[in-house]
């Protein structure tokens, strides 16, 4: 027996040292994807603990849409707005925000804007609809009666050519929506369209990706109907 744990030896000790390897790897990895946002996260989190959320406030939480909505407060002025938008975040980070950030149980109402950078990355419709759906049950497990509204994935000139997977993805997850209560799709996708079914361009800074004023003006008055008082 031991002549064979003994002859046995060099493989066991790499077999070993690849399992070892690869934990910390997963383990370097977990904690980067973790890190990314981490930082703006914990900074949302400070901010918190000095000034606590206002109750009865609108909390908006995405990707850099809602980072450059900078006068949204200012749109919206019969509204207690908090904007909680961080630039190029995905699902998965929206996830995370709301897994790692305490906020006002008195909440009038959540607003998401997200997934446009996932389909960016490669995403695929489902895989979208997957991740929005983990995001809107967590919130749903703390809030189960919170009204949500969810802004439809823009069509932005500067990644056209996922415009067909925009639609798509859009669809999923309006076709969700509509059957959960207290819950609301915003269509800004159409709103931000012209009659060809291309996006208005001039809404758009250079980058064609993110919007100028007149992008968010349309925004504004899509959403606003939805907004509770």
Same mark, same amino acid.
């Given at each position: 027996m031991f002549k064979n744990i003994? %002859?046995?030896?060099?493989? *066991?000790?790499?077999?070993?040292l690849v399992l070892i390897i690869g934990g910390f790897a997963s383990n370097t990895q977990a904690q980067d994807q973790k890190s990314y946002y981490w930082n703006t996260i914990r900074n949302f989190r400070k901010q918190d603990s000095l000034q606590a959320l206002p109750q009865n406030a609108i909390l908006f939480v995405g990707s850099s849409s809602f980072t450059n909505w900078h006068n949204v407060q200012q749109m919206f002025p019969d509204y207690i707005i908090v904007n909680r938008g961080f630039? /190029? %975040?995905? $699902?998965?980070?929206?996830?995370?925000?709301?897994? &790692? +950030?305490?906020?006002p149980k008195k909440l009038k109402q959540i607003v998401l804007y997200a997934g446009d950078n996932d389909i960016a990355? /490669?995403?695929?419709?489902?895989?979208? #609809?997957?991740? #929005?759906? &983990?995001?809107? %049950? $967590?919130?749903?497990?703390?809030?189960? +009666? $919170?009204?949500?509204?969810?802004?439809?994935?823009?069509?932005?000139?500067?990644?056209?050519?996922s415009i067909r997977t925009v639609q798509e993805t859009n669809a999923l997850i309006k076709a969700f929506l509509v059957k959960e209560k207290n819950a609301a799709y915003v269509d800004v996708y159409t709103a +931000?369209?012209? %009659? !060809? /079914?291309?996006? *208005?361009?001039?809404?758009?800074? !250079?980058?064609?990706?993110?919007?100028n004023q007149q992008g968010y003006d349309i925004w504004a008055r899509v959403l606003k109907p939805y907004l509770k008082k």
């Open positions: 003994k %002859s046995n030896t060099p493989a *066991l000790f790499v077999a070993l630039g /190029g %975040s995905q $699902l998965p980070d929206v996830k995370q925000y709301f897994e &790692q +950030t305490v906020y990355a /490669g995403a695929k419709p489902e895989e979208v #609809f997957d991740r #929005f759906k &983990q995001v809107y %049950s $967590l919130i749903r497990k703390d809030q189960p +009666t $919170l009204p949500i509204a969810y802004l439809s994935i823009k069509g932005c000139p500067g990644r056209a050519r +931000t369209m012209d %009659s !060809e /079914g291309q996006p *208005l361009k001039q809404i758009y800074v !250079e980058d064609g990706v993110h919007m």
